[in-house]
């Protein structure tokens, strides 16, 4: 991207719509997939993932209900899960919009129902004799089976519940789920008692008379390797953005290309004598004459300072170390064995360049961080450039966002 000349992330659609045709091509039969765009959809930019992988999905899940708003005002129109909990004080808008919330207290529920209620009360004085359908508050209860996190307690009481919840006026159950906490490991032991913890309380719920249209349990790590748990739906999160959920995540079942790639040139090249310290605390000090370039990126950015000393950048094809500790905005880097650096040269954080690769997961093992937080946080200064049948489709930059409340300033 020539307008972008310090960093961008480059967001590769194609490999999301590769990423979702693989897991399509592993689901057990009828199972559909919700595609999980939560933290803007893991740092790439929700609505253009959303667009893109939307003729693979039946729904999205996001975690907040700004999240699923933001989605809908741009022309979203599948159903919209929220998988956190929202505040009783969003019931109106819930149901206006149609999102869908997680549901598992008799508080939200009552909430809910009552804004169903009162929806229907001024539909009804407005336009009475008017052939419009009462509105309904399609909700999707949470079950806790070992993530202690939120959800309907696991046994008869909960179960119960869930059948008092749904027979509120106004009240729809359109899903029932859970969320694995161990899906990830090699060992499934744990993932398989949650699984057989759920299948209980549905027969148990069922017992109590409610039936709900679709079951969803498995996350990436159950799509990739736990197929006897995707029964209605399965939720894709990190797979869509090409990265498995682990390293004990089997890489050879379902073949997930990365999304995001990092990209900044270089700002300065110089010598510097032995003996000289680089950038804060003097970590690194030269052993001998080093040729260093300066990189315009820095943990301001979202690069983890936890690289500071460890990691690598890609330039002209090589691995560059980073030497001393990452800035907020800018780092250093070691290419005296990279002949013909100079100013304005391509660096990759992130990504390709020649038979050099650097993945995300390669950043978090080496900085002893987290692949998941890591994409999420790359972060608002970063522009976002969008890649569909090899194109550019279109840019995001968050600071030609206009601030309309402020501007009179
Ligand atoms: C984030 C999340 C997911 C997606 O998990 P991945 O490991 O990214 O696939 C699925 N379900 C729930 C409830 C979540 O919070």
């Known amino acids: 991207m020539e307008e972008y000349t310090r960093v961008f992330a480059r967001i590769d659609?194609?490999?999301?719509i590769h990423n979702m045709q693989a897991m399509r091509a592993s689901l057990k039969d009828g199972a559909r997939m919700i595609g999980v765009v939560k933290t803007d959809g893991y740092g790439h930019g929700a609505v253009p993932v959303a667009q893109a992988i939307d003729p693979y999905v039946a729904g999205y899940a996001v975690a907040t209900i700004e999240e699923a708003r933001n989605l809908q005002l741009h022309g979203i129109k599948k159903p919209i899960l929220i998988l956190g909990v929202t505040h009783?004080?969003?019931?109106?808008?819930?149901?206006?919009?149609?999102?869908?919330?997680?549901?598992?207290?008799?508080e939200q529920a009552e909430a809910l129902s009552e804004a169903v209620m009162e929806l229907n009360r001024e539909r009804g004085e407005a336009a009475a004799g008017s052939a419009d359908l009462p509105v309904c508050a399609y909700i999707h209860l949470a079950v806790?089976?070992?993530?202690?996190r939120i959800g309907l307690p696991c046994?008869?009481?909960?179960?119960?519940?869930?059948?008092?919840?749904?027979?509120?006026?106004?009240?729809?159950?359109?899903?029932?789920f859970t969320h694995f906490a161990r899906a990830d490991e090699t060992d499934k032991a744990s993932a398989m008692r949650q699984w057989e913890k759920y299948q209980r309380f549905i027969e148990m719920t069922e017992a109590e008379g409610l039936t709900v249209p679709i079951h969803?349990?498995?996350?990436?790590?159950?799509?990739?390797?736990?197929?006897?748990?995707?029964?209605?739906?399965?939720?894709?999160?990190i797979s869509i953005y090409g990265m498995y959920p682990s390293d004990e995540v089997a890489q050879t079942e379902v073949k997930l290309s990365p999304v995001m790639s990092l990209?900044?040139?270089?700002?300065?090249?110089?010598?510097?004598?032995?003996g000289t310290e680089v950038s804060y605390g003097g970590t690194f000090k030269a052993e001998h004459t080093t040729k260093v370039a300066t990189v315009p990126v820095g943990y301001g950015d979202g690069y983890p300072r936890n690289l500071s000393g460890k990691g690598c950048v890609l330039i002209r094809g090589k691995r560059a170390p980073i030497l001393g500790r990452v800035c907020m905005d800018q780092f250093m880097v070691d290419v005296t064995d990279i002949p013909g650096v100079c100013v304005d040269d391509p660096v990759t954080l992130i990504g390709r360049d020649g038979e050099e690769r650097i993945t995300v997961e390669e950043l978090a093992r080496t900085g002893g961080g987290f692949h998941y937080e890591i994409v999420c946080d790359i972060g608002k200064r970063v522009p976002r450039v969008y890649v569909r049948d090899g194109r550019i489709v279109g840019t995001k930059d968050y600071f030609t966002d206009v601030y309309e409340d402020f501007i009179a300033f």
């Open 88 to 106: 009783p004080s969003h019931s109106r808008e819930l149901v206006q919009y149609g999102i869908r919330p997680t549901i598992f207290t008799m």
């Open 216 to 237: 969803h349990v498995a996350n990436s790590a159950a799509i990739i390797e736990l197929g006897e748990t995707h029964w209605d739906m399965v939720r894709a999160g």
């Open 263 to 274: 990209h900044s040139f270089v700002t300065y090249v110089k010598d510097i004598p032995v």
């Open 144 to 148: 806790d089976t070992g993530m202690s």
């Open 155 to 176: 046994d008869e009481e909960g179960a119960s519940l869930a059948a008092a919840i749904a027979r509120l006026p106004g009240i729809s159950v359109e899903g029932i």
């Open 13 to 16: 659609l194609d490999a999301a």
